[in-house]
Protein backbone atom coordinates (compact mmCIF):
# COMPACT_ATOMS: atom_id res chain seq x y z
CA UNK A 1 0.00 0.00 0.00
CA UNK A 2 1.69 3.30 -1.30
CA UNK A 3 0.43 6.63 -1.02
CA UNK A 4 -2.39 7.89 -3.73
CA UNK A 5 0.11 10.27 -4.83
CA UNK A 6 3.30 7.81 -5.26
CA UNK A 7 1.29 5.22 -6.49
CA UNK A 8 -0.59 7.88 -9.16
CA UNK A 9 3.36 8.56 -10.19
CA UNK A 10 4.17 4.96 -10.57
CA UNK A 11 0.92 4.31 -12.92
CA UNK A 12 1.81 7.63 -15.17
CA UNK A 13 5.10 5.95 -15.35
CA UNK A 14 3.78 2.52 -16.54
CA UNK A 15 1.71 4.29 -19.05
CA UNK A 16 4.32 6.86 -20.50
CA UNK A 17 7.06 4.88 -20.67
CA UNK A 18 8.48 3.32 -24.24
CA UNK A 19 8.21 -0.18 -22.56
CA UNK A 20 4.95 -2.11 -23.51
CA UNK A 21 3.07 -1.90 -20.07
CA UNK A 22 0.63 -4.89 -18.60
CA UNK A 23 -1.72 -4.21 -16.21
CA UNK A 24 -3.84 -7.25 -14.92
CA UNK A 25 -7.68 -7.40 -13.83
CA UNK A 26 -8.72 -7.08 -9.91
CA UNK A 27 -11.88 -7.75 -8.74
CA UNK A 28 -11.04 -7.87 -4.86
CA UNK A 29 -8.06 -8.09 -2.49
CA UNK A 30 -7.28 -11.92 -3.40
CA UNK A 31 -7.29 -11.63 -7.08
CA UNK A 32 -5.38 -8.38 -6.30
CA UNK A 33 -2.69 -10.30 -4.04
CA UNK A 34 -2.17 -12.98 -6.58
CA UNK A 35 -1.74 -10.48 -9.58
CA UNK A 36 0.63 -8.76 -8.36
CA UNK A 37 2.57 -11.91 -6.99
CA UNK A 38 2.62 -13.16 -10.24
CA UNK A 39 4.81 -10.12 -11.21
CA UNK A 40 2.23 -7.67 -12.61
CA UNK A 41 3.12 -3.82 -12.17
CA UNK A 42 -0.50 -2.52 -12.22
CA UNK A 43 -4.05 -3.55 -11.73
CA UNK A 44 -7.41 -2.92 -13.98
CA UNK A 45 -10.21 -3.10 -11.89
CA UNK A 46 -12.28 -4.36 -13.96
CA UNK A 47 -16.32 -2.92 -13.97
CA UNK A 48 -16.94 -6.53 -15.73
CA UNK A 49 -14.83 -8.39 -12.85
CA UNK A 50 -16.22 -6.77 -9.76
CA UNK A 51 -19.97 -6.41 -11.47
CA UNK A 52 -19.69 -10.32 -11.52
CA UNK A 53 -18.27 -11.55 -8.73
CA UNK A 54 -21.14 -9.54 -6.89
CA UNK A 55 -23.58 -10.54 -8.88
CA UNK A 56 -24.62 -8.17 -11.30
CA UNK A 57 -24.42 -7.40 -14.59
CA UNK A 58 -22.25 -5.06 -16.23
CA UNK A 59 -24.48 -2.35 -17.27
CA UNK A 60 -24.07 0.12 -14.06
CA UNK A 61 -26.29 -1.95 -11.91
CA UNK A 62 -23.24 -2.14 -8.88
CA UNK A 63 -23.52 1.26 -7.40
CA UNK A 64 -20.81 3.28 -7.58
CA UNK A 65 -19.78 3.24 -3.74
CA UNK A 66 -20.14 -0.49 -3.88
CA UNK A 67 -17.14 -0.18 -6.60
CA UNK A 68 -15.55 2.24 -4.28
CA UNK A 69 -15.37 -0.26 -1.63
CA UNK A 70 -13.81 -2.99 -3.69
CA UNK A 71 -11.29 -0.74 -5.18
CA UNK A 72 -10.77 -0.08 -1.39
CA UNK A 73 -9.90 -3.38 -0.52
CA UNK A 74 -7.62 -3.85 -4.03
CA UNK A 75 -5.44 -1.36 -2.78
CA UNK A 76 -5.43 -2.22 0.66
CA UNK A 77 -4.16 -6.41 -0.34
CA UNK A 78 -1.29 -4.50 -2.37
CA UNK A 79 1.14 -2.26 -2.98
CA UNK A 80 0.99 -1.76 -7.39
CA UNK A 81 -0.98 0.91 -8.93
CA UNK A 82 -4.60 0.33 -9.68
CA UNK A 83 -6.42 1.53 -12.04
CA UNK A 84 -10.16 2.19 -12.14
CA UNK A 85 -12.51 1.18 -14.77
CA UNK A 86 -15.02 4.12 -14.03
CA UNK A 87 -17.74 3.18 -16.79
CA UNK A 88 -19.17 6.14 -18.19
CA UNK A 89 -18.98 7.67 -14.81
CA UNK A 90 -22.19 6.97 -13.14
CA UNK A 91 -24.01 10.25 -14.51
CA UNK A 92 -22.76 13.77 -15.51
CA UNK A 93 -19.90 15.36 -14.71
CA UNK A 94 -20.79 16.02 -11.37
CA UNK A 95 -21.30 12.13 -10.57
CA UNK A 96 -17.96 11.24 -12.58
CA UNK A 97 -16.45 14.12 -10.46
CA UNK A 98 -17.39 12.68 -6.92
CA UNK A 99 -16.83 9.14 -7.77
CA UNK A 100 -13.05 10.26 -8.89
CA UNK A 101 -12.53 12.36 -5.74
CA UNK A 102 -13.68 9.14 -3.63
CA UNK A 103 -11.07 6.46 -5.24
CA UNK A 104 -8.44 8.74 -5.23
CA UNK A 105 -9.12 9.03 -1.79
CA UNK A 106 -9.22 5.47 -1.43
CA UNK A 107 -5.76 5.32 -2.99
CA UNK A 108 -6.54 4.56 -6.84
CA UNK A 109 -3.97 6.05 -8.88
CA UNK A 110 -6.02 6.17 -11.83
CA UNK A 111 -9.48 6.32 -13.21
CA UNK A 112 -11.43 5.62 -16.71
CA UNK A 113 -14.01 6.87 -17.69
CA UNK A 114 -15.86 5.24 -21.66
CA UNK A 115 -17.49 7.52 -23.51
CA UNK A 116 -21.34 6.27 -23.51
CA UNK A 117 -24.36 7.75 -21.48
CA UNK A 118 -25.44 6.07 -18.51
CA UNK A 119 -26.29 3.28 -17.85
CA UNK A 120 -23.71 1.22 -19.98
CA UNK A 121 -23.67 -2.00 -21.27
CA UNK A 122 -20.59 -4.13 -21.54
CA UNK A 123 -18.48 -3.26 -24.65
CA UNK A 124 -19.57 -6.87 -25.95
CA UNK A 125 -22.83 -7.43 -25.19
CA UNK A 126 -26.04 -6.38 -27.82
CA UNK A 127 -25.89 -3.23 -30.37
CA UNK A 128 -27.58 -0.40 -27.83
CA UNK A 129 -24.23 1.58 -27.42
CA UNK A 130 -25.20 5.02 -27.20
CA UNK A 131 -21.98 7.41 -27.49
CA UNK A 132 -21.93 10.53 -25.22
CA UNK A 133 -21.91 13.95 -27.09
CA UNK A 134 -18.48 14.77 -27.29
CA UNK A 135 -18.42 18.27 -25.59
CA UNK A 136 -20.70 16.67 -22.75
CA UNK A 137 -18.36 13.91 -22.24
CA UNK A 138 -15.26 16.06 -22.34
CA UNK A 139 -16.83 18.22 -19.55
CA UNK A 140 -16.87 15.08 -17.30
CA UNK A 141 -13.03 14.61 -18.15
CA UNK A 142 -12.40 18.46 -17.65
CA UNK A 143 -14.63 18.25 -14.22
CA UNK A 144 -12.77 15.07 -13.08
CA UNK A 145 -9.45 16.59 -14.06
CA UNK A 146 -10.15 19.97 -11.78
CA UNK A 147 -11.26 17.75 -8.78
CA UNK A 148 -8.52 15.17 -8.50
CA UNK A 149 -4.57 15.73 -7.86
CA UNK A 150 -2.13 17.00 -10.43
CA UNK A 151 -0.87 13.36 -10.45
CA UNK A 152 -3.98 11.38 -11.15
CA UNK A 153 -4.20 9.56 -13.78
CA UNK A 154 -7.26 9.80 -16.05
CA UNK A 155 -7.23 7.76 -19.00
CA UNK A 156 -10.37 8.53 -21.33
CA UNK A 157 -12.11 5.33 -23.37
CA UNK A 158 -13.21 6.08 -26.75
CA UNK A 159 -16.41 3.27 -27.81
CA UNK A 160 -16.84 4.76 -31.14
CA UNK A 161 -15.62 1.86 -33.12
CA UNK A 162 -17.50 -0.27 -30.24
CA UNK A 163 -20.90 1.35 -31.15
CA UNK A 164 -20.28 1.05 -35.10
CA UNK A 165 -18.43 3.89 -35.90
CA UNK A 166 -14.90 3.85 -37.90
CA UNK A 167 -11.57 5.64 -37.56
CA UNK A 168 -12.39 8.61 -38.28
CA UNK A 169 -14.59 9.26 -35.33
CA UNK A 170 -12.42 7.83 -32.85
CA UNK A 171 -9.61 10.04 -34.23
CA UNK A 172 -12.23 13.12 -33.27
CA UNK A 173 -12.70 11.96 -30.00
CA UNK A 174 -9.48 10.92 -29.04
CA UNK A 175 -8.70 15.44 -30.14
CA UNK A 176 -11.31 16.64 -28.47
CA UNK A 177 -10.78 14.42 -24.92
CA UNK A 178 -6.98 14.75 -25.06
CA UNK A 179 -7.62 18.50 -25.48
CA UNK A 180 -10.60 18.05 -22.17
CA UNK A 181 -7.05 17.01 -19.88
CA UNK A 182 -7.01 13.30 -20.84
CA UNK A 183 -3.22 11.42 -19.62
CA UNK A 184 -4.35 8.52 -22.47
CA UNK A 185 -6.48 7.09 -24.81
CA UNK A 186 -7.86 3.84 -24.29
CA UNK A 187 -9.29 2.76 -27.75
CA UNK A 188 -11.88 -0.22 -27.62
CA UNK A 189 -12.94 -2.80 -30.26
CA UNK A 190 -14.72 -5.95 -30.47
CA UNK A 191 -13.52 -7.43 -33.91
CA UNK A 192 -11.41 -10.86 -33.38
CA UNK A 193 -8.86 -9.13 -35.25
CA UNK A 194 -6.37 -6.23 -33.86
CA UNK A 195 -6.99 -4.27 -37.42
CA UNK A 196 -8.96 -1.01 -36.48
CA UNK A 197 -7.01 -0.95 -33.09
CA UNK A 198 -3.76 -1.19 -35.25
CA UNK A 199 -5.38 1.63 -37.85
CA UNK A 200 -6.36 3.96 -34.77
CA UNK A 201 -2.58 3.65 -33.45
CA UNK A 202 -0.92 4.54 -36.86
CA UNK A 203 -3.36 7.41 -37.49
CA UNK A 204 -3.40 8.91 -33.76
CA UNK A 205 0.23 8.89 -33.98
CA UNK A 206 0.64 8.83 -30.08
CA UNK A 207 -0.65 12.03 -29.41
CA UNK A 208 -1.18 10.49 -25.77
CA UNK A 209 0.02 6.89 -24.89
CA UNK A 210 -2.67 4.54 -26.32
CA UNK A 211 -4.05 1.81 -24.02
CA UNK A 212 -5.67 -1.53 -25.71
CA UNK A 213 -7.74 -4.31 -24.35
CA UNK A 214 -7.11 -7.46 -26.53
CA UNK A 215 -10.03 -9.66 -24.87
CA UNK A 216 -11.11 -9.97 -28.82
CA UNK A 217 -8.52 -9.74 -30.72
CA UNK A 218 -6.54 -12.16 -28.32
CA UNK A 219 -4.50 -14.11 -31.07
CA UNK A 220 -2.63 -11.32 -32.14
CA UNK A 221 0.77 -11.25 -30.62
CA UNK A 222 2.25 -9.02 -28.45
CA UNK A 223 4.79 -7.77 -30.54
CA UNK A 224 2.89 -6.05 -32.90
CA UNK A 225 1.87 -3.74 -30.15
CA UNK A 226 5.18 -3.00 -29.38
CA UNK A 227 5.54 -2.51 -33.05
CA UNK A 228 2.34 -0.10 -32.99
CA UNK A 229 4.21 1.77 -30.04
CA UNK A 230 0.97 0.76 -28.24
CA UNK A 231 1.61 2.17 -24.44
CA UNK A 232 -0.47 -0.63 -22.32
CA UNK A 233 -2.40 -3.56 -23.04
CA UNK A 234 -5.26 -4.26 -20.40
CA UNK A 235 -5.80 -8.25 -19.44
CA UNK A 236 -9.24 -7.14 -18.59
CA UNK A 237 -10.78 -10.25 -17.26
CA UNK A 238 -9.29 -13.68 -17.29
CA UNK A 239 -8.77 -14.23 -13.01
CA UNK A 240 -12.62 -13.67 -13.13
CA UNK A 241 -12.57 -15.90 -15.78
CA UNK A 242 -10.85 -18.55 -14.69
CA UNK A 243 -12.43 -18.58 -11.42
CA UNK A 244 -15.64 -19.11 -13.33
CA UNK A 245 -13.81 -22.52 -14.50
CA UNK A 246 -12.37 -23.47 -11.51
CA UNK A 247 -15.41 -23.20 -9.81
CA UNK A 248 -17.41 -24.85 -12.19
CA UNK A 249 -15.00 -27.88 -12.58
CA UNK A 250 -14.50 -28.19 -8.68
CA UNK A 251 -18.52 -28.17 -7.70
CA UNK A 252 -19.30 -30.42 -10.24
CA UNK A 253 -16.64 -32.93 -8.76
CA UNK A 254 -17.90 -32.21 -5.60
CA UNK A 255 -21.27 -32.84 -6.68
CA UNK A 256 -20.73 -35.56 -8.37
CA UNK A 257 -18.66 -37.67 -5.38
CA UNK A 258 -20.47 -36.59 -2.80
CA UNK A 259 -16.86 -36.13 -1.29
CA UNK A 260 -13.87 -33.54 -1.34
CA UNK A 261 -11.45 -36.39 -0.76
CA UNK A 262 -10.37 -36.70 -4.50
CA UNK A 263 -10.17 -32.72 -5.18
CA UNK A 264 -7.68 -32.11 -2.00
CA UNK A 265 -4.66 -31.49 -4.38
CA UNK A 266 -6.20 -29.61 -7.13
CA UNK A 267 -7.63 -26.63 -4.76
CA UNK A 268 -4.98 -24.19 -3.48
CA UNK A 269 -3.81 -25.25 -0.09
CA UNK A 270 -4.67 -23.17 3.26
CA UNK A 271 -1.43 -22.56 3.53
CA UNK A 272 -1.10 -20.33 0.18
CA UNK A 273 -4.03 -18.74 1.14
CA UNK A 274 -2.59 -17.92 4.79
CA UNK A 275 1.02 -16.63 3.34
CA UNK A 276 -1.22 -14.73 0.07
CA UNK A 277 -3.11 -12.58 2.94
CA UNK A 278 0.38 -12.66 5.21
CA UNK A 279 -1.03 -14.23 8.27
CA UNK A 280 2.67 -14.19 9.64
CA UNK A 281 2.29 -10.25 10.14
CA UNK A 282 -0.49 -11.04 12.07
CA UNK A 283 1.49 -13.73 14.15
CA UNK A 284 4.01 -11.28 14.52
CA UNK A 285 1.91 -8.54 15.37
CA UNK A 286 -0.01 -10.65 18.13
CA UNK A 287 3.52 -11.05 19.88
CA UNK A 288 3.95 -7.50 19.70
CA UNK A 289 0.74 -6.27 21.17
CA UNK A 290 -1.05 -8.95 23.08
CA UNK A 291 -0.54 -8.85 26.52
CA UNK A 292 1.93 -12.22 27.03
CA UNK A 293 -0.03 -15.33 28.74
C1 LIG B 1 -13.90 -4.18 -18.12
O1 LIG B 1 -12.99 -4.94 -17.81
O2 LIG B 1 -14.89 -4.01 -17.42
C2 LIG B 1 -13.82 -3.43 -19.36
C3 LIG B 1 -13.19 -4.02 -20.50
O3 LIG B 1 -14.36 -2.36 -19.43
S1 LIG B 1 -14.39 -4.75 -21.48
O4 LIG B 1 -15.14 -5.70 -20.69
O5 LIG B 1 -13.61 -5.34 -22.54
O6 LIG B 1 -15.27 -3.72 -22.00
MG1 LIG C 1 -15.79 -2.09 -18.01
Redesign the pocket.
Known amino acids: VSSPTISSAILRELILSSDLTFLM?AHDGLSAAIAERAGFKGL?A??????SVLGYR?ASEASWTQIVDIVERIVDATSIPVLV?G?SGFGNFNNARIVARKLEQRGAAGL?L?DKQFPKT???VGDRHALADIDEFSGRLKAVKDTTGPGFVLVA?IEAMIAGHGIDEAIVRADAYAEAGADAILI?SRKPVADEILAFAKEWNNKLPVVI?P?KYYKTPVSAYRDARISTV?W??HTMRAAIAGMRHICGRIHAEQSVAAIEDEVAGLDELFRLMAYDELAKAEEQYLPKQ
Open positions: EWSGLSISDDDCENSFRHVTIAN
